[in-house]
């Protein structure tokens, strides 16, 4: 079958992207799905830093790769021994499939899958396989998603079944941005009602945590980033207030806010500076859980003896620390209720020719989430 993918095949271009152009919207060939596999019409997929990180080259990839990993749409075709689902069923996709087989997935972490991490270190499915190829020659697949595109080819652990009543464009969003902040909200750092809450970090995913922390009564919840754009959307969103790291007294700021400061801190800027900000802004007893992804070359330094006289626990969160399978369908039960509000970070709904535009737009900080929207018309 043909379909249009976003291939990437050198990373590291100079901006502007819109002029640069990394991304090159081309017909590719997608192979049927083979043994636990399924195929899926895209119907929503979102921009993520994680896709920009491997464009500007932060992370290395195998190159070419077709690029995406947060999407949702709807099973065409399932593969010989795939009984979880069927032709017409809604799905948002996920980028960390569990085995179920491997140590962290019998211990409830899938998104620690051993498997899944080699697979997609590889730039194939969870089979060994590649479904796309451009002119008869294998395309690698990204984290086993590849979802810029009409349609994909993905193991059945790569999706999750939600209700048909779940607006499936916002539903895109479940995938990394809610899974990765609500759950580094919930899951890794257990907010308790009634408990103060900094968010470090105001983009994507640092809102779905913070949506996350209003629903799970934090008080005060407090935004903390940069930008006063940031800040104001967080206010409108629930926080209860909003300070600017990089202003002087900011933590005086915060510890007067909360009595000596929070009791959880999650961090989802993806920067060292950032996390180490969080520490600070925690009081003594405090959690502090780390969801972003910074450059690998970048580094936390911590006095050892204040981690243990203030006893503080440091956590990281990858994917939030969710179950897909568990996760995906409370959060989209959150969300038709009105309880995360995921329509409200969607910012730009981009068609798949102007997805160099939305990667420059959100290397300049000037999206929050966007959405590139597929329909029935790709070949």
Known sequence: MKTRIALLQESGLPRPYDRSRPLRIIEAELDPPGPGELMVRIV???????????????????????????????????????????PGDPV??????????????????????????????????????????????????????????????????????????????????????????????????????????????????????????????????????????????????????????????????????????????VELAGSAPALRFAWDATRRGGRVVTGGLPHPAQELSLSAAELTVSEKTLRGAYMGSCVPTRDIPRFAALMTSGALPVGELVTHRLRLDQINEGFERLASGDAIRQLVLFDDSGP
């Open 44 to 86: 929503a997929a979102g921009l993520c830093h994680s896709d920009l990180s491997v464009i500007n080259g932060d992370r290395a990839r195998d190159l070419p790769v077709a690029l995406g990993h947060e999407a949702s749409g709807v099973v065409e075709l399932v593969g010989p021994g795939v009984t979880r689902f069927a």
């Open 92 to 265: 948002v996709l996920v980028f960390a499939p569990g085995c179920g087989r491997c140590l962290p997935c019998a211990e409830g972490r899938p998104a620690l899958c051993e498997p899944a991490a080699e697979a997609a270190g590889s730039g194939t499915l969870m089979s060994g396989a590649r479904r796309i190829r451009v002119a008869g020659q294998p395309v690698n697949h990204h984290i086993g998603v590849s979802a810029f595109s009409d349609r994909v080819v993905i193991g059945e652990g790569s999706a999750v079944r939600v209700d048909p009543d779940v607006p499936l464009e916002d539903a895109a969003l479940l995938g990394c941005a809610v899974l990765t902040g609500a759950g580094s909200v919930l899951n890794a750092g257990a907010l308790r009602t009634g408990e103060a809450c900094a968010i470090v970090g105001l983009g994507g995913v640092g809102l779905a945590g913070l949506m996350a922390a209003r629903a799970a009564g934090a008080h005060p919840l407090i935004a903390v980033d940069p930008a006063e754009e940031k800040r104001g959307r967080a206010l409108e969103l629930g926080a209860t207030h909003a300070v600017n790291p990089l202003a002087p007294g900011a933590l005086d700021q915060i510890r007067g806010l909360t009595g000596g400061g929070v009791h959880l801190a």
